[in-house]
């Protein structure tokens, strides 16, 4: 017969689901394992395309990636709302200047705008309580309610500007040209900062807000001349300036933050899918019960020429051994890579019915397939299990007779009594089970018949008449069953049907009313799967948990590690390294003190006519 090529053990291989990143069009993976290397930290990739090419490269301010943008924007704005309650605080600090302005002044109530602006102030003070108060006890769930972000800043910004303006035109008389105008300038670059609303919508207030003033100065300012308003203007136009580079400065902040929190939560993702694939293939050597024992001892000190061994008695457990019948014909029939798919199909299908019925699967010998019941948690239906076990085994087996066409058949035996059950080696782990009744597990087996279940009078025992039985004369067949002197029964029938006469009977009503609802709660959640097996739901996660870590990140406190007073660290090495920073936005920084001096100094060269 010839060889089988590599192609051919290819297309014979059954895939596996494991777990997977997220699969993007740059592979989350290997970026995380080049950030994780020690590679020096990538450029922000910004958007190059549309309109932006035209914009120097330094104000670009938007990711390259669409998806990795609608995730930023997501963030930036939850991050934001934090900003609202700084933004009424600045709200609230000018109605209490106002408030204390009205008590030295002694406000004449009977004036009807008089007491209209009081009013007014009072209900406006009430309100950005109320609105701090509600964010700070009800923050997350506000948060979510996408309505309410964008309707409760402009409410804000709306009535702290009816408040301003109502101020204005009720309590300077006459009005002046520069009343007003040192809090405008304020309220402007709070509204860019700090009010969670794009920047566009927030330019557009700051315009809309420095119009309406001029327009109240000209038609109530009685001695407005031309020059202060353009001076007015220019003072507006800083302040704008001044909102949109700090604007910049803190969205290119975010941007830096929002990378390193990707590439942590990368590196994260990473090291949880290689932990996962180091747990799958322990437990696909050691039992369960095993595993977290024995990954504690790999490095524990060996004291003495042997490590720790890990064996365990088993008393009433049922041994189970299982033979293909006609295996090594089957194998001159078909080639090398249908046979293992073949073969790796039938184990597969024997490990689902172990699992089924509480079988724990003990090796795999070539086409030999044996695993016990009863340990490592005792359970008293062992038997009833295994022989349930057996049954399923000859059916599968019966379904690859009628597929390949050829005389393959199931041996099965079971035996009932104790085990030693252990781990050997300290290199390449092997668990496996010995005592006398592991030996007569395997006579029962080599005495069997092709197609039936093979069972020991101890097993009968146990049955407790749930099976229809005739006598199995194995130690005609078998020289170990006649030398230990046991009567031996072939299963001719099932009495009472799996799950009946076991302990899985009561759960199995309730497992059908939980599959029930999962299956009515499964159909009213599902989500559009995407290619490669990974989907949405991958990439859904990934971005969820992003998005999770950004906020935590933000939300966490300095309380006790900084000196607010001083603003610095209490632990020198701390200041030290923070000290050591770089700030790669200084230049920006630095050009908003130059715009200040040059607008200010225009606005006083045009109020002295310079």
């Not at 109530?109 to 009081?118: C, D, N, T």
């Not at 504690?296 to 008393?315: C, N, P, T, W």
């Not at 908003?592 to 001096?597: G, I, K, T």
Request: net charge positive; aromatic share 8%; with cysteine.
């Amino acid at each position: 017969m010839p060889s089988p090529t590599s192609d051919q053990f290819a297309m014979g291989m059954l895939d596996v689901e494991r777990p997977m990143l997220p699969a993007k069009k740059n592979s989350l993976y290997a970026f995380a394992q080049r950030q994780g290397g020690g590679v020096e930290e990538e450029p922000l990739q910004l958007d190059e395309s549309g309109l932006h090419r035209f914009v120097p490269k330094c104000l670009r301010s938007q990711f390259a990636d669409a998806q990795q943008e609608g995730l930023y924007k997501k963030y930036y704005t939850s991050q934001k709302q934090g900003d609202l309650v700084a933004f009424v605080m600045t709200a609230l600090s000018w109605q209490f200047f106002c408030g204390i302005t009205y008590a030295f002044r002694h406000p004449d109530l009977r004036s009807g705008k008089e007491l209209s602006a009081l009013i007014i102030l009072i209900l406006a003070f009430a309100f950005n309580c109320t609105v701090i108060a509600v964010y700070k006890l009800r923050a997350t769930a506000l948060k979510e309610q996408r309505l309410l972000r964008q309707v409760v800043p402009l409410l804000v910004f709306v009535v702290l500007y009816s408040n301003f303006f109502l101020d204005l035109l009720t309590t300077h008389h006459p009005l002046l040209p520069s009343d007003g105008i040192s809090f405008q300038i304020l309220f402007i670059y709070a509204t860019l900062t700090m009010l969670p609303l794009g920047l566009r919508l927030c330019v557009a207030l700051g315009v809309a807000s420095s119009a309406a003033l001029l327009t109240i100065h000209g038609l109530y300012s009685p001695h407005l001349r031309g020059h202060e308003v353009v001076a007015a203007g220019s003072l507006y136009l800083g302040a704008l300036l001044l909102g949109i580079l700090g604007a910049f400065v803190s969205d290119r902040k975010q941007r830096r933050a929002f990378r390193q929190a990707r590439i942590s939560i990368a590196m994260k993702l990473v090291l949880e899918q290689q932990a996962q694939e180091h747990e799958r293939l322990l437990l696909a050597v050691l039992p369960k019960h095993l595993a977290a024992e024995i990954r504690q001892d790999l490095g524990a000190m060996v004291h003495g020429q042997f490590k720790k061994m890990f064996i365990s008695r088993y008393e009433n457990v049922s041994i189970l051994f299982a033979d293909i019948v006609g295996f090594t014909a089957l194998s001159s029939n078909c080639t090398a890579a249908e046979l293992v798919k073949l073969l790796n199909k039938l184990i597969t299908r024997f490990d689902k019915l172990s699992e089924k019925y509480h079988q724990l699967r003990i090796k795999i010998l070539g086409d030999c397939y044996y695993c016990i019941s009863g340990a490592p948690e005792p359970r008293v239906d062992h038997a009833v299990l295994c022989c349930h076990m057996g049954l399923a085994m000859v059916d599968a087996i019966r379904a690859v007779r009628e597929e390949t066409r050829s005389s393959v058949d199931m041996r099965v035996g079971i035996h009932t009594g104790s085990v030693l059950a252990g781990v050997m080696g300290q290199r390449q782990h092997a668990y496996d089970v010995y005592s006398k009744d592991t030996k007569l597990a395997n006579a029962m087996e080599s005495g069997g018949i092709p197609g039936r279940v093979h069972i020991s009078e101890t097993t009968y025992a146990c049955l407790n008449g749930e099976f229809e039985v005739v006598p199995g004369n194995g130690e005609l067949r078998n020289s170990e069953i006649k030398a230990s002197s046991i009567k031996t029964y072939i299963i001719e029938s099932v009495i009472k049907p799996y799950p009946e006469g076991t302990l899985d009977a009561d759960r199995s009503r309730l497992s059908v009313q939980n599959e029930q609802h999962a299956l009515s709660y499964r159909r009213g959640s599902q989500r559009p799967s995407g290619h490669n097996g990974v989907g949405v739901h991958g990439e859904a996660e990934f971005d969820d948990r992003l998005l999770q870590a950004l906020i935590a990140r933000e939300g966490a406190t300095i309380k006790g590690k900084a000196n607010y007073a001083t603003l610095s660290f209490l632990d020198p090495v701390l200041e030290t390294q923070f000290c050591a920073l770089r700030d790669k936005l200084g230049p920006a920084l630095i050009s908003a003190n130059c715009l200040v001096v040059i607008l200010s100094c225009i606005a006083h060269g045009i109020l002295w006519q310079l």
